[in-house]
Protein backbone atom coordinates (compact mmCIF):
# COMPACT_ATOMS: atom_id res chain seq x y z
CA UNK A 1 0.00 0.00 0.00
CA UNK A 2 1.62 3.38 -1.36
CA UNK A 3 1.30 6.31 1.08
CA UNK A 4 -1.12 8.64 1.10
CA UNK A 5 -0.94 11.70 -0.91
CA UNK A 6 -0.20 14.85 1.93
CA UNK A 7 -3.26 17.27 3.18
CA UNK A 8 -3.20 20.40 1.03
CA UNK A 9 -3.07 23.77 3.37
CA UNK A 10 -6.60 24.48 2.87
CA UNK A 11 -7.57 21.01 4.17
CA UNK A 12 -5.46 21.15 7.53
CA UNK A 13 -6.56 24.66 8.12
CA UNK A 14 -10.45 23.10 7.56
CA UNK A 15 -8.81 20.24 9.92
CA UNK A 16 -7.73 22.72 12.69
CA UNK A 17 -11.00 24.82 12.52
CA UNK A 18 -13.16 21.51 12.97
CA UNK A 19 -11.31 20.47 15.40
CA UNK A 20 -11.20 23.73 17.62
CA UNK A 21 -14.67 25.00 17.06
CA UNK A 22 -16.23 21.80 18.17
CA UNK A 23 -14.28 21.41 21.33
CA UNK A 24 -14.94 25.17 22.49
CA UNK A 25 -18.65 24.92 21.83
CA UNK A 26 -18.41 21.72 24.33
CA UNK A 27 -16.49 23.45 27.06
CA UNK A 28 -18.60 26.59 26.46
CA UNK A 29 -21.65 24.50 27.41
CA UNK A 30 -19.41 22.74 30.13
CA UNK A 31 -18.54 26.33 31.44
CA UNK A 32 -21.75 28.29 31.37
CA UNK A 33 -22.78 25.17 33.98
CA UNK A 34 -20.12 25.58 36.36
CA UNK A 35 -20.80 29.17 36.54
CA UNK A 36 -24.25 28.76 37.04
CA UNK A 37 -23.41 26.20 39.63
CA UNK A 38 -21.34 28.36 42.13
CA UNK A 39 -23.41 32.28 41.41
CA UNK A 40 -27.10 30.93 40.66
CA UNK A 41 -28.16 27.44 40.92
CA UNK A 42 -27.73 27.22 44.71
CA UNK A 43 -30.47 30.53 45.11
CA UNK A 44 -32.60 28.89 42.22
CA UNK A 45 -32.20 25.56 42.67
CA UNK A 46 -31.16 24.48 45.69
CA UNK A 47 -32.86 27.46 48.16
CA UNK A 48 -33.88 25.15 51.10
CA UNK A 49 -29.73 24.70 51.80
CA UNK A 50 -28.65 27.70 53.29
CA UNK A 51 -25.30 29.18 52.84
CA UNK A 52 -22.62 26.86 52.52
CA UNK A 53 -25.08 24.09 52.28
CA UNK A 54 -26.58 25.43 48.69
CA UNK A 55 -22.99 25.69 47.57
CA UNK A 56 -22.49 22.07 48.74
CA UNK A 57 -25.39 20.99 47.13
CA UNK A 58 -24.64 23.03 43.90
CA UNK A 59 -21.06 21.58 43.40
CA UNK A 60 -22.34 17.94 44.05
CA UNK A 61 -24.51 18.54 40.72
CA UNK A 62 -21.80 19.70 39.05
CA UNK A 63 -19.60 16.94 39.83
CA UNK A 64 -22.47 14.51 38.57
CA UNK A 65 -20.97 15.21 35.06
CA UNK A 66 -18.03 13.79 35.77
CA UNK A 67 -19.48 10.34 36.54
CA UNK A 68 -20.92 10.40 33.31
CA UNK A 69 -17.54 11.41 31.37
CA UNK A 70 -15.92 8.12 31.51
CA UNK A 71 -19.43 6.56 30.35
CA UNK A 72 -19.47 9.06 27.23
CA UNK A 73 -15.71 7.85 26.34
CA UNK A 74 -16.95 3.97 26.55
CA UNK A 75 -20.16 4.77 24.81
CA UNK A 76 -18.39 7.10 22.42
CA UNK A 77 -15.36 5.56 21.97
CA UNK A 78 -17.19 2.29 20.58
CA UNK A 79 -18.32 3.98 17.24
CA UNK A 80 -15.15 6.35 16.95
CA UNK A 81 -13.20 2.58 16.92
CA UNK A 82 -15.96 0.95 14.69
CA UNK A 83 -17.85 4.11 12.65
CA UNK A 84 -15.18 6.18 12.26
CA UNK A 85 -14.11 10.15 14.07
CA UNK A 86 -16.39 11.95 12.44
CA UNK A 87 -19.63 10.50 12.68
CA UNK A 88 -18.87 10.09 16.57
CA UNK A 89 -18.09 13.54 16.34
CA UNK A 90 -21.46 14.84 15.66
CA UNK A 91 -22.97 12.75 17.87
CA UNK A 92 -21.20 13.97 20.51
CA UNK A 93 -21.78 17.38 19.95
CA UNK A 94 -25.82 17.19 19.43
CA UNK A 95 -25.92 15.17 22.53
CA UNK A 96 -24.05 17.96 24.15
CA UNK A 97 -25.50 21.33 23.14
CA UNK A 98 -29.38 19.77 23.22
CA UNK A 99 -28.87 18.94 27.33
CA UNK A 100 -27.07 22.40 27.65
CA UNK A 101 -30.06 23.98 25.81
CA UNK A 102 -32.59 22.15 27.58
CA UNK A 103 -31.03 23.34 30.49
CA UNK A 104 -31.62 27.17 29.74
CA UNK A 105 -35.53 26.12 29.64
CA UNK A 106 -35.52 24.42 33.06
CA UNK A 107 -38.24 25.88 35.76
CA UNK A 108 -36.75 26.40 39.28
CA UNK A 109 -36.84 24.88 42.74
CA UNK A 110 -39.78 27.72 43.50
CA UNK A 111 -41.83 26.76 40.76
CA UNK A 112 -41.63 22.69 40.40
CA UNK A 113 -40.12 21.68 43.99
CA UNK A 114 -37.59 18.75 43.47
CA UNK A 115 -38.07 17.88 40.18
CA UNK A 116 -35.89 21.21 39.36
CA UNK A 117 -32.91 19.88 40.83
CA UNK A 118 -34.11 16.41 39.68
CA UNK A 119 -33.88 17.73 36.16
CA UNK A 120 -31.28 19.46 36.23
CA UNK A 121 -28.92 16.52 37.37
CA UNK A 122 -30.26 14.52 34.59
CA UNK A 123 -29.72 17.17 32.12
CA UNK A 124 -26.17 17.66 33.98
CA UNK A 125 -25.17 13.85 33.77
CA UNK A 126 -26.34 14.28 29.58
CA UNK A 127 -23.33 17.18 29.73
CA UNK A 128 -20.97 14.54 30.79
CA UNK A 129 -21.54 12.06 28.51
CA UNK A 130 -21.01 14.40 25.02
CA UNK A 131 -18.01 16.08 27.05
CA UNK A 132 -16.58 12.38 27.30
CA UNK A 133 -16.93 11.43 23.73
CA UNK A 134 -15.99 14.93 22.28
CA UNK A 135 -12.41 15.37 23.50
CA UNK A 136 -10.74 12.37 21.90
CA UNK A 137 -12.68 12.45 18.47
CA UNK A 138 -11.78 15.89 18.83
CA UNK A 139 -7.52 15.19 19.39
CA UNK A 140 -8.08 12.19 17.29
CA UNK A 141 -8.69 14.50 14.19
CA UNK A 142 -5.76 16.62 14.80
CA UNK A 143 -3.06 14.26 15.47
CA UNK A 144 -4.06 11.59 13.08
CA UNK A 145 -3.54 14.40 10.45
CA UNK A 146 -0.23 15.71 11.62
CA UNK A 147 2.62 16.20 9.87
CA UNK A 148 5.50 14.19 11.03
CA UNK A 149 7.76 15.77 13.93
CA UNK A 150 4.59 18.52 14.86
CA UNK A 151 2.01 15.94 16.44
CA UNK A 152 2.07 18.22 19.67
CA UNK A 153 1.54 21.58 18.04
CA UNK A 154 -1.83 19.78 15.68
CA UNK A 155 -2.73 17.92 18.05
CA UNK A 156 -3.27 21.23 20.56
CA UNK A 157 -5.57 23.05 18.47
CA UNK A 158 -7.95 21.23 20.48
CA UNK A 159 -6.52 21.99 23.75
CA UNK A 160 -6.98 25.52 22.89
CA UNK A 161 -11.27 24.51 23.06
CA UNK A 162 -10.84 24.64 26.76
CA UNK A 163 -10.01 28.59 27.47
CA UNK A 164 -11.52 29.98 24.15
CA UNK A 165 -15.07 28.20 25.74
CA UNK A 166 -14.06 29.26 29.13
CA UNK A 167 -13.64 33.40 27.73
CA UNK A 168 -17.18 33.30 25.74
CA UNK A 169 -18.92 31.16 28.72
CA UNK A 170 -18.23 33.57 31.65
CA UNK A 171 -17.15 36.70 29.11
CA UNK A 172 -21.21 36.53 28.42
CA UNK A 173 -22.06 36.10 32.30
CA UNK A 174 -20.17 39.07 33.17
CA UNK A 175 -21.44 40.94 30.21
CA UNK A 176 -25.25 39.82 31.46
CA UNK A 177 -24.40 40.96 35.40
CA UNK A 178 -23.52 44.52 33.82
CA UNK A 179 -26.47 44.61 32.00
CA UNK A 180 -28.23 43.60 34.78
CA UNK A 181 -26.84 45.29 37.68
CA UNK A 182 -26.11 42.38 39.14
CA UNK A 183 -24.64 41.85 42.32
CA UNK A 184 -23.19 38.40 43.57
CA UNK A 185 -23.03 39.80 47.67
CA UNK A 186 -26.43 40.77 47.76
CA UNK A 187 -28.81 38.88 45.48
CA UNK A 188 -32.20 37.95 45.57
CA UNK A 189 -34.35 35.84 43.92
CA UNK A 190 -36.40 38.51 41.98
CA UNK A 191 -33.26 40.19 40.45
CA UNK A 192 -34.04 39.94 36.62
CA UNK A 193 -30.92 38.18 36.63
CA UNK A 194 -32.11 35.23 38.35
CA UNK A 195 -35.44 35.08 36.98
CA UNK A 196 -34.46 35.08 33.09
CA UNK A 197 -31.14 36.50 32.54
CA UNK A 198 -29.28 33.64 33.25
CA UNK A 199 -31.13 31.69 30.84
CA UNK A 200 -29.79 33.05 27.72
CA UNK A 201 -26.44 31.54 27.55
CA UNK A 202 -28.28 28.41 27.26
CA UNK A 203 -30.36 28.79 25.02
CA UNK A 204 -28.16 30.96 22.38
CA UNK A 205 -25.54 27.75 23.16
CA UNK A 206 -28.11 26.14 20.17
CA UNK A 207 -26.89 28.43 17.70
CA UNK A 208 -23.33 27.61 18.18
CA UNK A 209 -24.10 23.99 17.86
CA UNK A 210 -25.64 24.22 14.85
CA UNK A 211 -22.25 26.03 13.48
CA UNK A 212 -20.06 23.09 14.77
CA UNK A 213 -22.33 20.33 13.04
CA UNK A 214 -22.04 22.09 9.26
CA UNK A 215 -18.28 22.91 9.97
CA UNK A 216 -17.82 18.93 11.13
CA UNK A 217 -20.78 16.84 8.59
CA UNK A 218 -18.17 18.83 5.68
CA UNK A 219 -15.29 16.51 7.02
CA UNK A 220 -13.48 13.48 5.80
CA UNK A 221 -12.71 10.70 7.38
CA UNK A 222 -8.61 10.42 9.22
CA UNK A 223 -6.36 9.00 6.88
CA UNK A 224 -5.20 6.93 9.71
CA UNK A 225 -8.32 5.24 11.06
CA UNK A 226 -9.45 4.86 7.14
CA UNK A 227 -5.82 2.51 6.48
CA UNK A 228 -6.24 0.68 9.42
CA UNK A 229 -10.04 -0.19 8.55
CA UNK A 230 -8.63 -1.29 4.92
CA UNK A 231 -6.20 -3.70 6.78
CA UNK A 232 -9.03 -5.18 8.66
CA UNK A 233 -8.23 -4.29 12.35
CA UNK A 234 -11.49 -2.92 13.46
CA UNK A 235 -12.82 -4.97 16.44
CA UNK A 236 -16.27 -6.30 17.92
CA UNK A 237 -15.21 -4.78 21.04
CA UNK A 238 -12.99 -1.67 21.50
CA UNK A 239 -13.40 -1.54 25.46
CA UNK A 240 -12.82 -5.39 26.05
CA UNK A 241 -9.72 -4.86 23.83
CA UNK A 242 -8.39 -1.75 25.51
CA UNK A 243 -8.68 -3.22 29.03
CA UNK A 244 -7.31 -6.95 28.35
CA UNK A 245 -4.53 -5.68 25.91
CA UNK A 246 -3.74 -2.21 27.18
CA UNK A 247 -4.62 -2.20 31.04
CA UNK A 248 -1.05 -0.32 31.76
CA UNK A 249 -1.69 2.40 29.27
CA UNK A 250 -4.93 3.25 30.72
CA UNK A 251 -3.62 3.53 34.48
CA UNK A 252 -0.85 5.41 33.14
CA UNK A 253 -2.96 7.58 31.03
CA UNK A 254 -5.57 8.31 33.74
CA UNK A 255 -2.71 9.68 36.58
CA UNK A 256 -0.78 11.60 33.95
CA UNK A 257 -3.76 13.52 33.68
CA UNK A 258 -5.10 14.38 36.86
CA UNK A 259 -2.82 17.07 37.89
CA UNK A 260 -4.27 19.38 34.98
CA UNK A 261 -7.96 18.29 35.88
CA UNK A 262 -7.26 19.19 40.09
CA UNK A 263 -4.99 22.44 38.82
CA UNK A 264 -7.88 23.54 36.23
CA UNK A 265 -10.96 23.33 38.80
CA UNK A 266 -9.32 24.50 41.39
CA UNK A 267 -8.39 27.93 39.51
CA UNK A 268 -11.76 28.23 37.79
CA UNK A 269 -14.57 26.36 39.70
CA UNK A 270 -13.50 26.46 43.32
CA UNK A 271 -11.52 29.46 43.46
CA UNK A 272 -15.28 31.54 41.96
CA UNK A 273 -16.54 30.07 45.18
CA UNK A 274 -13.91 31.40 47.66
CA UNK A 275 -13.62 34.39 46.21
CA UNK A 276 -17.06 35.47 45.95
CA UNK A 277 -18.31 33.55 48.80
CA UNK A 278 -19.90 35.45 51.87
CA UNK A 279 -16.79 37.02 54.51
CA UNK A 280 -19.13 35.83 57.31
CA UNK A 281 -18.65 32.29 56.41
CA UNK A 282 -14.86 32.54 55.85
CA UNK A 283 -14.40 33.47 52.24
CA UNK A 284 -13.47 36.60 50.85
CA UNK A 285 -16.24 38.41 49.59
CA UNK A 286 -14.87 39.75 46.01
CA UNK A 287 -17.83 40.93 44.16
CA UNK A 288 -18.40 38.60 41.15
CA UNK A 289 -18.09 41.13 38.50
CA UNK A 290 -14.48 42.22 39.84
CA UNK A 291 -13.16 38.69 40.17
CA UNK A 292 -14.22 37.91 36.72
CA UNK A 293 -12.68 40.14 35.21
CA UNK A 294 -9.29 38.88 36.94
CA UNK A 295 -10.37 35.10 36.00
CA UNK A 296 -11.00 36.11 32.33
CA UNK A 297 -7.69 37.41 32.29
CA UNK A 298 -5.96 35.12 33.37
CA UNK A 299 -7.68 32.46 31.26
CA UNK A 300 -5.99 34.18 28.15
CA UNK A 301 -2.60 33.36 29.90
CA UNK A 302 -3.70 29.49 29.70
CA UNK A 303 -4.43 30.02 25.88
CA UNK A 304 -1.58 31.52 25.11
CA UNK A 305 0.33 29.25 27.02
CA UNK A 306 -1.09 25.80 25.25
CA UNK A 307 0.97 26.60 21.79
CA UNK A 308 3.93 27.06 23.68
CA UNK A 309 3.23 23.62 24.91
CA UNK A 310 2.46 21.85 22.26
CA UNK A 311 6.05 23.35 20.53
CA UNK A 312 7.89 22.36 23.99
CA UNK A 313 6.23 18.77 24.47
CA UNK A 314 7.41 18.02 20.28
CA UNK A 315 11.22 19.54 20.90
CA UNK A 316 11.73 18.05 24.31
CA UNK A 317 9.50 14.92 24.37
CA UNK A 318 6.14 14.39 26.10
CA UNK A 319 7.60 12.94 29.22
CA UNK A 320 10.64 15.21 30.06
CA UNK A 321 8.46 18.31 29.88
CA UNK A 322 5.31 17.25 31.61
CA UNK A 323 7.79 16.26 34.69
CA UNK A 324 9.48 19.41 34.50
CA UNK A 325 6.04 21.41 34.73
CA UNK A 326 4.05 18.77 37.16
CA UNK A 327 7.16 19.61 39.66
CA UNK A 328 6.18 23.57 39.38
CA UNK A 329 2.63 22.72 39.77
CA UNK A 330 3.52 20.42 42.82
CA UNK A 331 5.30 23.63 44.11
CA UNK A 332 2.62 25.88 43.36
CA UNK A 333 0.24 24.06 45.70
CA UNK A 334 2.68 25.17 48.47
CA UNK A 335 1.96 28.55 48.11
CA UNK A 336 -2.13 28.42 48.13
CA UNK A 337 -1.60 29.98 51.94
CA UNK A 338 0.73 32.77 51.43
CA UNK A 339 -1.40 33.48 48.06
CA UNK A 340 -5.22 33.28 49.50
CA UNK A 341 -5.64 33.79 53.82
CA UNK A 342 -7.84 36.69 54.32
CA UNK A 343 -4.88 38.16 56.50
CA UNK A 344 -2.81 38.54 53.43
CA UNK A 345 -5.42 38.54 50.84
CA UNK A 346 -7.78 40.97 52.44
CA UNK A 347 -11.76 40.63 52.04
CA UNK A 348 -14.11 42.46 50.41
CA UNK A 349 -14.01 46.05 49.02
CA UNK A 350 -10.22 45.55 50.50
CA UNK A 351 -9.36 42.76 49.14
CA UNK A 352 -6.02 42.92 47.11
CA UNK A 353 -6.91 42.48 43.66
CA UNK A 354 -3.38 42.60 42.45
CA UNK A 355 -2.59 39.12 44.30
CA UNK A 356 -5.48 37.52 43.23
CA UNK A 357 -4.38 38.24 39.77
CA UNK A 358 -1.25 36.90 40.43
CA UNK A 359 -2.35 33.90 42.18
CA UNK A 360 -4.92 32.82 39.17
CA UNK A 361 -2.18 34.31 36.27
CA UNK A 362 0.32 31.78 37.83
CA UNK A 363 -2.12 28.84 37.78
CA UNK A 364 -3.35 29.44 34.78
CA UNK A 365 -0.03 29.66 32.97
CA UNK A 366 1.16 25.89 34.35
CA UNK A 367 -2.47 24.66 33.58
CA UNK A 368 -1.58 25.78 29.61
CA UNK A 369 1.75 24.05 30.20
CA UNK A 370 0.75 21.03 31.36
CA UNK A 371 -2.94 20.88 29.35
CA UNK A 372 -1.39 21.26 26.12
CA UNK A 373 0.65 17.84 25.36
CA UNK A 374 -2.61 16.20 26.64
CA UNK A 375 -3.73 15.72 23.13
CA UNK A 376 -0.50 13.94 22.20
CA UNK A 377 0.18 11.93 25.35
CA UNK A 378 -3.21 10.18 25.75
CA UNK A 379 -3.95 8.97 21.86
CA UNK A 380 -0.33 7.79 21.65
CA UNK A 381 -0.47 5.37 24.01
CA UNK A 382 -3.14 3.48 22.31
CA UNK A 383 -3.10 1.66 18.76
CA UNK A 384 -5.92 2.87 15.99
CA UNK A 385 -8.19 0.50 16.53
CA UNK A 386 -8.71 1.54 20.63
CA UNK A 387 -6.90 4.92 20.40
CA UNK A 388 -10.38 6.37 20.98
CA UNK A 389 -11.84 4.19 22.91
CA UNK A 390 -8.71 4.22 25.28
CA UNK A 391 -7.65 7.86 25.10
CA UNK A 392 -11.02 8.84 26.11
CA UNK A 393 -11.33 6.43 29.04
CA UNK A 394 -7.66 7.98 30.47
CA UNK A 395 -9.28 11.45 29.91
CA UNK A 396 -12.37 10.86 31.75
CA UNK A 397 -11.24 8.58 34.30
CA UNK A 398 -8.99 10.98 35.15
CA UNK A 399 -12.07 13.49 35.76
CA UNK A 400 -13.65 11.56 38.52
CA UNK A 401 -10.20 11.65 40.43
CA UNK A 402 -9.05 15.12 39.58
CA UNK A 403 -11.96 17.44 38.93
CA UNK A 404 -15.70 15.61 40.21
CA UNK A 405 -14.73 15.42 44.03
CA UNK A 406 -12.07 18.82 43.74
CA UNK A 407 -14.53 22.21 43.72
CA UNK A 408 -16.27 19.84 46.58
CA UNK A 409 -13.49 18.71 48.40
CA UNK A 410 -11.88 22.14 47.98
CA UNK A 411 -15.08 24.02 49.44
CA UNK A 412 -14.94 21.78 52.48
CA UNK A 413 -11.24 21.58 53.44
CA UNK A 414 -11.11 25.79 53.30
CA UNK A 415 -13.79 25.71 55.64
CA UNK A 416 -12.17 23.29 58.08
CA UNK A 417 -8.54 24.14 57.68
CA UNK A 418 -7.73 27.09 55.58
CA UNK A 419 -7.17 27.47 51.92
CA UNK A 420 -3.16 26.68 52.33
CA UNK A 421 -4.49 22.96 52.66
CA UNK A 422 -6.51 23.52 49.45
CA UNK A 423 -2.95 23.85 48.01
CA UNK A 424 -1.71 20.55 49.69
CA UNK A 425 -4.19 18.67 48.34
CA UNK A 426 -3.79 20.04 44.69
CA UNK A 427 0.34 19.11 45.54
CA UNK A 428 -1.01 15.43 46.27
CA UNK A 429 -3.15 15.33 42.65
CA UNK A 430 0.34 16.79 41.88
CA UNK A 431 2.10 13.73 43.21
CA UNK A 432 -0.07 10.99 41.50
CA UNK A 433 0.78 12.41 38.01
CA UNK A 434 4.50 12.44 38.80
CA UNK A 435 4.67 8.98 39.35
CA UNK A 436 2.40 8.35 36.37
CA UNK A 437 5.04 10.17 34.16
CA UNK A 438 7.91 8.47 35.14
CA UNK A 439 6.77 4.93 35.13
CA UNK A 440 5.52 6.20 31.41
CA UNK A 441 7.99 5.72 28.00
CA UNK A 442 8.43 8.45 25.94
CA UNK A 443 5.82 8.78 22.59
CA UNK A 444 6.93 11.69 20.76
CA UNK A 445 8.23 8.95 17.97
CA UNK A 446 5.96 6.47 18.45
CA UNK A 447 4.33 5.73 15.03
CA UNK A 448 0.70 5.86 15.15
CA UNK A 449 -0.25 2.88 12.82
CA UNK A 450 2.44 0.11 13.97
CA UNK A 451 2.89 1.93 17.18
CA UNK A 452 7.10 1.24 17.41
CA UNK A 453 9.11 3.57 18.26
CA UNK A 454 10.30 5.10 14.20
CA UNK A 455 13.48 6.09 15.94
CA UNK A 456 14.09 3.07 17.67
CA UNK A 457 13.48 1.52 14.39
CA UNK A 458 15.39 3.27 11.87
CA UNK A 459 18.43 2.62 14.26
CA UNK A 460 18.11 -1.50 14.34
CA UNK A 461 18.03 -0.80 10.20
CA UNK A 462 20.80 1.07 9.78
CA UNK A 463 22.92 -1.72 12.06
CA UNK A 464 21.18 -4.99 10.85
CA UNK A 465 23.69 -6.65 8.61
Not at 53 to 67: I, N, Q, Y
Not at 154 to 163: K, R, T, V
Request: proline share 4%; hydrophobic share 50%; glycine share 10%.
Amino acid sequence: MGQPAPLSAAERRRIVFASVVGTTIEFYDFYIYATAAVSVFPLLFFPKGEGTAALLASMATFGVAFVARPIGSILFGHFGDRAGRKATLVGSLLLMGLATFLIGLLPTYHQIGLFAPAMLTVLRFCQGLGLGGEWSGAALLALETAEPGKRARAAMWPQLGAPFGFILANGFFLALTVLFGFNSISAQTGDHFLVWGWRVPFLLSIVMVLVGLYVRIRLHETPVFARAVERGEKLKSPLLHVIRSHTRELVIGTFAMVATYGLFYLMTTWILSYAIGKVELGFLGISYRDFLVLQLISVVLFALFIPVAGHLADHLGRRKFLILVTLAIIGFGFSFGAFLDPGAMGSGADANRGRMLAFLSTGMILTGLTFGPMSALLPELFPTNTRYTGSGISYNMASIIGAALTPFAATWIVLNHGAGAVGYYLSFLASLTLIALLLSKETKSTNLETMVDEATASAIEATSP
